[in-house]
C-alpha cells in the first residue's frame, strides 16, 4: 500500500459523546465483561445513535487532516469487551476474576468451553466506515495475548493455550475485515507491557497466529494504559524488541507522555512505527511546533516512510474539543516537518 511520508493516524478511539454515554460511568474503569449502563440512549435507539456518532467522528479526524481513520469505536464499551464477549466458550452469567495490571481484582469474561468466533464482530461497523470516508480506514482488534489475560481459565490446560484460540477467533474476524475493505488492521495487546514474562513465552507466537493470511496492513499496539488511569508511566518498555520478529508490518507505541528515548526504535528495524507525539495525559493542546520537535529525533532511527506520528493511546477519555484540537496540532506539525524532508 502505498504511503506519502509521516502518514498521520489515530491509535483507535475518539471521544464518545455526551449523549451517547455517561462520561463518569465511563471513568470508573476500563470494563472487560459488558457494561450496558454507560450508554444514555434507549436500546431501541441505540444502533442509529452509534451510527451518528461515528459520522461525527470519522469527520472530525477528516476535518483534522488525519490521513487514516477510524470510527472512533464509538460502539464500543472498552477496547476489548465489545470482541471478548461477543465470543462463544463464556458463561455470560457468571463472570471470572482476575488480578487487574495495577493489582486490584477485576470481573472478565469466565472461559468454560472452547473460544470459538461464531459470528462476525464488527464487519457492519467496518462497511459503515467505509462508506463514510474516501480516506484509507482502520480498525482495531483485542490481541490474543491481552484476550488471555483478560479472562478466567476455567477450561484449558494452560492461559497459553486459551491465547491461541483466541488468535483463531481474532484471526477469522481480521481475515473478514480486511476482505471487506479494512486497509489496516491493528491488535492492540497493552497487556504485554504489564507482563513481558508471560508475553515472552508465547505473545508473538499468538500475535502471528491472529494474522496470519490478513490481506492488510497490520499493526500490533502496546502502551502503559490510558493517561486517564496511568498517570505515572515509565519512561521504557519492558517488551519492544522482541517485537521485531513478530509478523505485524508496523509497531504501535507511545512516546510523548513518557519521553521515551526514539533510540529504541533501532531496535524495530524494518518495521514501520506509529509514533505517539501527542500527549493524553494533559488537556493542553500541543503546538503544531511542538508536535514537529516530538517527530524529528525518531527521524535519525525511522525513516518518513515507515514513521506514521499519532496520538499516545485512544483519545476516548478526552473532552472532544481538546481532541479534535490534539488531531489538529498533531497533522499540522507533520506538514511542517514533511515540508522539511
Given at each position: 500500500?502505498?504511503?506519502?511520508?509521516?502518514?498521520?493516524?489515530?491509535?483507535?478511539?475518539?471521544?464518545?459523546?455526551?449523549?451517547?454515554?455517561?462520561?463518569?460511568?465511563?471513568?470508573?474503569?476500563?470494563?472487560?465483561?459488558?457494561?450496558?449502563?454507560?450508554?444514555?440512549?434507549?436500546?431501541?435507539?441505540?444502533?442509529?445513535?452509534?451510527?451518528?456518532?461515528?459520522?461525527?467522528?470519522?469527520?472530525?479526524?477528516?476535518?483534522?487532516?488525519?490521513?487514516?481513520?477510524?470510527?472512533?469505536?464509538?460502539?464500543?464499551?472498552?477496547?476489548?469487551?465489545?470482541?471478548?464477549?461477543?465470543?462463544e466458550g463464556l458463561d455470560e452469567e457468571n463472570p471470572g476474576e482476575v488480578i487487574s495490571r495495577i493489582g486490584k481484582p477485576i470481573k472478565v469474561p469466565r472461559v468454560v468451553a472452547p473460544?470459538?468466533?461464531?459470528?462476525?464482530?464488527?464487519?457492519?461497523?467496518?462497511?459503515?466506515?467505509?462508506?463514510?470516508?474516501?480516506?484509507?480506514?482502520?480498525?482495531?482488534?483485542?490481541?490474543?495475548?491481552?484476550?488471555?489475560?483478560?479472562?478466567?481459565?476455567?477450561?484449558?490446560?494452560?492461559?497459553?493455550?486459551?491465547?491461541?484460540?483466541?488468535?483463531?477467533?481474532?484471526?477469522?474476524?481480521?481475515?473478514?475485515?480486511?476482505?471487506?475493505?479494512?486497509?489496516?488492521?491493528?491488535?492492540?495487546?497493552?497487556?504485554?507491557?504489564?507482563?513481558?514474562?508471560?508475553?515472552?513465552?508465547?505473545?508473538?507466537?499468538?500475535?502471528?497466529?491472529?494474522?496470519?493470511?490478513?490481506?492488510?496492513?497490520?499493526?500490533?499496539?502496546l502502551c502503559f494504559g490510558y493517561a486517564a488511569f496511568v498517570a505515572d508511566k515509565p519512561a521504557g518498555y519492558s517488551f519492544l524488541p522482541q517485537l521485531a520478529d513478530c509478523s505485524a508490518e508496523m509497531v504501535s507505541i507511545e512516546a510523548a507522555q513518557p519521553r521515551l528515548d526514539p533510540g529504541i526504535l533501532?531496535?524495530?528495524?524494518?518495521?514501520?512505527?506509529?509514533?505517539?507525539?501527542?500527549?493524553?495525559?494533559?488537556?493542553?493542546?500541543?503546538?503544531?511546533?511542538?508536535?514537529?520537535?516530538?517527530?524529528?529525533?525518531?527521524?535519525?532511527?525511522?525513516?518518513?516512510?515507515?514513521?506514521?506520528?499519532?496520538?499516545?493511546?485512544?483519545?476516548?477519555?478526552?473532552?472532544?474539543?481538546?481532541?479534535?484540537?490534539?488531531?489538529?496540532?498533531?497533522?499540522?506539525?507533520?506538514?511542517?516537518?514533511?515540508?522539511?524532508?
Amino acid at each position: 500500500m502505498s504511503r506519502k511520508p509521516l502518514e498521520t493516524t489515530v491509535v483507535g478511539s475518539y471521544p464518545q459523546p455526551a449523549w451517547l454515554i455517561d462520561p463518569e460511568k465511563l471513568k470508573a474503569g476500563v470494563p472487560r465483561v459488558r457494561a450496558p449502563f454507560i450508554w444514555r440512549v434507549p436500546a431501541e435507539l441505540l444502533s442509529e445513535a452509534q451510527d451518528d456518532a461515528a459520522r461525527l467522528a470519522i469527520a472530525d479526524m477528516e476535518r483534522a487532516g488525519i490521513d487514516v481513520v477510524t470510527d472512533g469505536e464509538v460502539r464500543r464499551e472498552s477496547y476489548s469487551n465489545h470482541f471478548a464477549n461477543a465470543l462463544e466458550g463464556l458463561d455470560e452469567e457468571n463472570p471470572g476474576e482476575v488480578i487487574s495490571r495495577i493489582g486490584k481484582p477485576i470481573k472478565v469474561p469466565r472461559v468454560v468451553a472452547p473460544v470459538r468466533r461464531a459470528r462476525p464482530v464488527g464487519l457492519e461497523a467496518l462497511k459503515f466506515l467505509r462508506a463514510q470516508t474516501d480516506r484509507k480506514v482502520k480498525v482495531t482488534l483485542p490481541g490474543p495475548f491481552t484476550l488471555a489475560q483478560q479472562a478466567q481459565n476455567d477450561f484449558y490446560a494452560s492461559v497459553e493455550e486459551m491465547a491461541l484460540a483466541y488468535a483463531d477467533a481474532v484471526n477469522e474476524e481480521a481475515r473478514e475485515l480486511a476482505d471487506a475493505g479494512a486497509d489496516i488492521i491493528q491488535l492492540d495487546e497493552p497487556w504485554m507491557q504489564a507482563f513481558p514474562d508471560r508475553a515472552g513465552e508465547y505473545a508473538v507466537k499468538a500475535i502471528d497466529r491472529a494474522l496470519k493470511g490478513v490481506n492488510a496492513t497490520t499493526v500490533v499496539h502496546l502502551c502503559f494504559g490510558y493517561a486517564a488511569f496511568v498517570a505515572d508511566k515509565p519512561a521504557g518498555y519492558s517488551f519492544l524488541p522482541q517485537l521485531a520478529d513478530c509478523s505485524a508490518e508496523m509497531v504501535s507505541i507511545e512516546a510523548a507522555q513518557p519521553r521515551l528515548d526514539p533510540g529504541i526504535l533501532a531496535e524495530l528495524s524494518g518495521k514501520s512505527i506509529l509514533y505517539g507525539v501527542i500527549d493524553l495525559g494533559t488537556e493542553e493542546v500541543e503546538s503544531p511546533e511542538t508536535v514537529a520537535e516530538r517527530i524529528r529525533p525518531a527521524l535519525k532511527f525511522v525513516s518518513a516512510e515507515r514513521l506514521l506520528p499519532a496520538p499516545d493511546c485512544g483519545m476516548k477519555y478526552l473532552p472532544r474539543a481538546v481532541a479534535f484540537a490534539k488531531l489538529k496540532a498533531l497533522a499540522d506539525g507533520a506538514a511542517i516537518v514533511r515540508a522539511e524532508l
